[in-house]
């Protein structure tokens, strides 16, 4: 394991003397004039450039980060590049400005799975493994867990420039959320056998990359995860010498590329050939709900797997109901009596039978409720409403959260709101009530896999001929967990683990995350786009049964990282055709100058068209009711056999019409080179989504891309 300091606010700061202005660079040590990476981040306390706001408060003060691109060419004087910018900045000219955007927050989103994938610990590895190094930017992580115990591991790889700080040392970047824990224990944790969550999901924890190291980056503490700290973190990532970079956070809500932390910082890591791979989001399942997407990054959405948690609640007249939502580690004794909240009011607090009801803290009367299990008319609060009048556990309706489980504070059985009304029948129809709410089991999920309900969705809010999401699991995970507090943070609750199950699309990242690792380990040269596409044209098709959004949903498919390391072809890109596709987007040359540190001229001629950008899958928008078609231009690199024959098989509906040329491919050699254009004809959409698929097929690989169509600004 590789700690790298990195400390909240730990930007350098210039002050301005007189007027009420705070700017804080970010400017990485060494040569400035060749560094990995340049983010100029410029804080601007109050409203920006305004400067009469000496006697603003605290709170009244707003930051801004004005973002400025890569760093210019040439030699620089660090000292006059301040003094410049400062001038530009307090002055009228934004003329080297690319954006302007609050320094705001982004929100964390929240192991059987590897076995899942078919993916399991025997699979075939190299000793490259060692040497990747994936950065985890995160809460920290809690170096003492037996996930990240470093024996047997030699000193950190030559590439490693950053520092590393041991754990008898460790303090800033220390997890006391548990969160980067979690998802660092996914991507690189090591072998631990017998671990569980209290007995629940017993079996053994692994990251999908064992043997690699983790450079552990803190952007994320009470309040969020601040822009600042994010793009500090890229930057320092870069300049320490990882391979994968894995962010499991993300924004509330769209933004354009350059005014994103997570785009910019992604995209001058790909400049330096690191790819990032980042949660979709868990704002599912509303259409372009996705908020990481960009095309030089690795977007996944959350899938489940083919285990679940049920929870038994058994009543007195022998009835038995299950309910998945909860992870119920306690063992209740016996039969337990049974109350209804409202039939329990705290009326010396001046709570009633319809306040009651719900179980809000302090609604019920403790000596009726004392010893008892409650039945409340809401799920709220975790049950500490119940658990603080001193009730032994609590029964709660849910019609909305599935396919996900949670633990509580105290015994609790969810279920859905049908089963809630026969246990309150159960009540009314008996004078001694009583009930018995046993430890969570595990179960087969049959359907799996599937996109969870909670995953955010495609299509690309920005650029929407683009697919996005891509997929991996995120459902129920178990892995490490911080020691530094109780299970749930609950008051009375002093249950302390080392491993904890939960679920999100920040728990599918470090799963793409580790995939993208172990595809490194055994392709070393291999740029992140070409990472990307292995992911991608190898991934596992997903039921439309079970996937009603198809690939906005599920994107390429369930990832298979055993042939993502081998996939035959690979679709390439590199900084320049990102470039002509943001040309195309729209983005002058000023701008991508200010992006890029070079002299970029957009023309007719360099403007890349969406459809152009070297991208594995493909995608087609169109109104309802309009027919449309698209050419694509795509280049295929030969990674596979020297000699091989590719033909192109496609498939898809009636109203996707979809022809390759040429439609055969033959390669002489490794590293070799193909060009080909698809033409997707899009007859008149009734429905929101259709897809198909173009499968590239030499008898060895199978090298699929989903194509999807859909129409544009449709709530179906």
Not at 285 to 294: E, M, R
Not at 316 to 324: D, H, K, L, V
Not at 577 to 587: A, E, M, S, T, V
Not at 627 to 646: D, L, Q
Request: hydrophobic letters at 35%.
């Amino acid at each position: 394991m590789i700690v790298r300091e990195h400390n909240e606010g730990g930007l350098g700061q210039l002050p301005i003397k007189g007027r009420f202005l705070k700017i804080i660079f970010n400017i990485p040590m060494g040569n400035l004039a060749s560094p990995p990476m340049w983010l100029l981040l410029i804080i601007l306390l109050c409203t920006l450039l305004i400067i009469g706001c000496s006697g603003a408060t605290h709170k009244d003060r707003k930051e801004y980060i004005v973002y400025m691109g890569d760093l210019p060419k040439g030699q620089v004087s660090s000292s006059s590049l301040h003094a410049n910018l400062l001038q530009e900045v307090t002055g009228s000219s934004m003329d080297r400005v690319v954006s302007v955007f609050p320094n705001g927050k982004k929100e964390l989103f929240t192991t059987r799975s590897w076995d899942f994938i078919n993916f399991p610990m025997e699979s075939n590895r190299t000793t490259i493994e060692s040497d990747i190094i994936v950065g985890m930017l995160d809460t920290g992580i809690w170096p003492e867990s037996d996930s990240f115990s470093d024996e047997g591991f030699g000193p950190p790889p030559s590439k490693w420039k950053g520092s590393c700080q041991s754990s008898s040392n460790f303090t800033c970047n220390k997890d006391y959320e548990g969160h980067g824990t979690h998802t660092a224990s996914t991507v690189v944790g090591n072998v631990v056998s017998g671990v569980s969550l209290l007995g629940l999901g017993t079996g053994t924890a692994r990251g999908g990359t064992p043997s690699a190291r983790i450079a552990v980056y803190k952007i994320c503490w009470g309040d969020g995860c601040s822009d600042a700290d994010i793009l500090a973190a890229f930057d320092d990532a870069i300049a320490d010498g990882v391979y994968i970079i894995s962010l499991s956070v993300g924004g509330f809500s769209a933004l354009d590329y350059f005014e994103d932390s997570i785009a910019i910082g992604a995209f001058h890591s790909m400049k330096n050939g690191v790819l990032t791979s980042n949660a979709g989001g868990n704002s599912g399942p509303v259409h372009a709900s996705i908020v990481n997407f960009s095309p030089w990054s690795l977007s996944v959405a959350a899938s489940v797997i083919d285990r679940k948690f049920v929870t038994l609640l058994q009543l007195g007249n022998n009835q038995t109901y299950e309910g998945e939502l909860p992870l119920n580690t306690f063992e209740m004794n016996g039969m337990v009596p049974l109350i209804h909240g409202g039939d329990a009011p705290n009326t010396s607090a001046g709570s009633d039978a319809e306040y009651a009801r719900y179980c809000y803290e302090g609604s019920l009367n403790k000596s009726l409720v004392s010893g008892k299990i409650v039945l409340c008319d809401q799920l709220s609060d975790l049950g500490v409403g119940a658990m603080s009048a001193g009730a032994l556990g609590t029964v709660m309706p849910n019609d909305v959260y599935t396919d996900v489980s949670f633990v509580f504070p105290l015994p609790i059985s969810v279920l859905d709101s049908n089963s809630t009304s026969k246990v309150h029948e159960y009540i009314n129809s008996t004078s001694t009530p009583t009930a018995n709410i046993q430890k969570t089991s595990e179960a087969k999920n049959e359907l799996a896999p599937y996109v969870v309900w909670f995953s955010s969705r495609g299509p690309n809010p920005i650029t929407t001929d683009i697919l996005s999401p891509d997929i991996a699991p995120g459902v129920n995970i178990l892995a490490a967990w911080t020691e530094a507090y109780s299970l749930t943070g609950v008051p009375g609750d002093d249950r302390v683990v080392l491993y904890n199950i939960i679920s999100g699309t920040s728990m599918a990242c470090p799963h793409a995350s580790g995939a993208a690792a172990y595809v490194k380990s055994f392709n070393p040269t291999w740029s992140p786009a070409a990472i990307k596409s292995a992911l991608m044209t190898t991934a596992t098709p997903m039921s439309p049964e079970t996937n009603t959004d198809l690939e906005f949903a599920y994107g390429a498919g369930q990832l298979n990282p055993l042939r993502a390391a081998n996939p035959g072809l690979v679709y390439d890109a590199e900084e320049a055709d990102y470039i002509k596709f943001l040309c195309g987007q729209g983005y002058n040359s000023t701008k991508l100058y200010l992006v890029t540190g070079e002299n970029i001229t957009c023309s007719a001629t360099t403007n890349g068209t969406v459809w152009d950008l070297n991208y594995p899958s493909f995608a087609v928008s169109t109104k309802n009711g309009t027919e449309v078609t698209r050419a694509f231009t795509r280049t295929v690199t030969n990674v596979g056999s020297p000699t091989s024959t590719y033909k192109a098989n496609v498939a898809g509906p009636l109203k996707l019409s979809i022809k390759v040329e040429p439609g055969v491919l033959p390669f002489k050699s490794l590293g070799e080179t193909k060009t080909f254009t698809v033409a997707v004809g899009v007859g008149g959409l009734s429905k929101f989504v259709t897809s198909g698929s173009l499968v590239w097929d030499d008898g060895v690989y199978k090298v699929r891309s989903p194509i999807v169509a859909y129409v544009y600004g449709s709530d179906a």
